[in-house]
């Protein structure tokens, strides 16, 4: 399929790697932040949401991070995985929601 | 439970041709979304539907796209005529709430690829 990274950042890792992928926001009024994983190919998929009350939700191998003072945003994946490699997305919600840069990760075996 | 489902996958028009491009959402989910993703970017929201009413259609260039969700299901997205420009992904979502602004998960569905030649 068609690749959706390109012109995106990239961040490389090994296999079994933790990888932390970063996002900036910029609507202060956004109340909701949403990780999704694109495939190329394939639509935006859900992995993690978090909602500007809180600031750290984990799940499986993975964990959003949300520090509204400088309004960043930030996934880790735990223990890397070939068949994470995508295109990851922030999104933020105010009354619609908008989509950050992506960035592409890229796992080598 | 089946996603949501979009045809056609691929269409290759000349511009100032007209498509059409169609989408199911998932079974129950009021809220209806089309995206436009240009290739290297973010998907950027172009219409949203709560059952058949538009809640916003802001970002929808009205000269020469339209949508309409007539049933409150089944939507369709139209481009006529198509420049250059328009050669991008189209994406449809859906979401179970049923109130405007709120924050249920949206699901999105592969896509339709348009190039326009």
């Known amino acids: 399929g068609e690749s959706v990274g390109l012109h995106l950042p990239t961040l490389s890792v090994q296999e079994g790697d933790n990888s932390i992928i970063n996002c900036a926001y910029s609507n202060s009024a956004s109340d909701y932040f949403i990780w999704y994983k694109q495939e190329s190919g394939k639509g935006p998929q859900f992995i993690i949401d978090i909602r500007s009350n809180m600031d750290k939700r984990q799940g499986q191998r993975v964990t959003v991070l949300l520090n509204k003072t400088v309004k960043h945003l930030s996934l880790q994946i735990a223990a890397t995985q070939p068949g994470d490699s995508a295109v990851y997305f922030c999104?933020?919600?105010?009354?619609?929601?908008?989509f950050g840069k992506g960035t592409m990760l890229l796992v080598s075996p | 439970e089946a996603g949501v489902a979009q045809s056609p996958r691929y269409k290759i028009i000349e511009k100032r041709q007209s498509v059409a491009f169609w989408c199911n959402p998932i079974s129950g989910h009021a809220t209806l979304y089309w995206y436009q993703q240009i290739l290297g970017q973010g998907p950027k929201l172009l219409i949203q539907?709560?059952?058949?009413?538009?809640?916003?259609d802001s970002q929808l260039p009205k000269d020469r796209f339209s949508a309409e969700r007539l049933k409150g299901v089944d939507s369709t997205l139209k481009i006529q005529p198509a420049k250059l420009e328009d050669s991008a992904v189209y994406l449809c979502?859906?979401?179970?709430?049923?109130?405007?602004?709120?924050?249920?998960?949206?699901?999105f569905g592969p896509g339709t690829r348009l190039t326009v030649l």
């Open positions: 979502a859906s979401s179970l709430d049923r109130g405007g602004g709120s924050t249920d998960t949206q699901y």
């Open positions: 539907f709560q059952n058949n009413g538009v809640v916003d």
């Open positions: 999104a933020e919600m105010d009354s619609t929601l908008t």
